[in-house]
């Protein structure tokens, strides 16, 4: 990957959050504190007003500077989250990975993830949407059945009773509506997709 290539991947991301704010926050506002879209915004901004200087680094460093940008500028619970998975992606990621590397180390991102939320896959989470990306990615599947796998992954939210977040206050309550960071993270996985893919 080029830095022309990452730079274009950082706007993109940006921009696809930017355009879905508003349907982020409104999925938070239902179950949570309405806050998820300005959060993703205010961060994604951030990284895209410096989207050079990531991507005149080393892939690795390129990603450890962009999730240290994320835990300061997103907040919320969903910052150190996303922060993280950028930040252990980076410190896993070779300086020219191949998809192996990329699965391998995407894989352990998530694993750091889980960690620091102390979740896991089926309480509705961003996690619901990154496993089955992983396992997709570990599955041999094209980047179009990837972006495909991510809409359904948090499709499948909805029907899930909240373990972790603020929507686990509600309890059965948070039944029957979608978890916004499984949103977002479908929402950047089909944009890398696309990006990828051409
Ligand atoms: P906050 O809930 O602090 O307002 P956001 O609204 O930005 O933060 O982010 C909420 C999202 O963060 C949830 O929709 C969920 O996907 C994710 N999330 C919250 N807590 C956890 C956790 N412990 N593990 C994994 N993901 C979590
Ligand atoms: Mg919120
Ligand atoms: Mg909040």
Request: charged share 20%.
């Amino acid at each position: 990957m080029t830095a022309l290539d990452l730079s274009r991947l950082i706007t993109a991301a940006a921009d696809a959050i930017a355009a879905h704010a508003e349907e982020l926050t409104a999925l938070d506002q239902a179950i949570g504190d309405g806050d998820h879209g300005l959060n993703m915004k205010r961060g994604f901004d951030a990284v895209r007003a410096e989207a050079d200087v990531f991507a005149a680094k080393p892939m690795p460093d390129a990603l450890k500077a962009i999730g240290t940008k994320l835990v300061m500028t997103v907040g919320g619970a969903s910052g150190p989250l996303f922060g993280t998975l950028f930040m252990a992606l980076g410190k896993e990621i070779s300086v020219e990975p191949d998809r192996a590397n990329l699965t391998a180390a995407f894989g352990k991102a998530i694993d750091a993830v889980a960690a620091r939320g102390k979740s896991q896959v089926g309480q509705k989470t961003m996690l619901d949407v990154l496993r089955p990306v992983h396992d997709a990615l570990a599955g041999g599947r094209t980047v179009a059945e990837i972006a495909d796998i991510a809409d359904a992954a948090a499709e499948a939210t909805v029907q899930m009773k909240a373990l972790r977040g603020r929507a686990s206050f509600l309890g059965d309550r948070s039944i029957g509506h979608m978890d916004a960071g499984a949103r977002s993270t479908a929402l950047l996985v089909r944009t890398l997709a696309q990006i990828i893919g051409g």
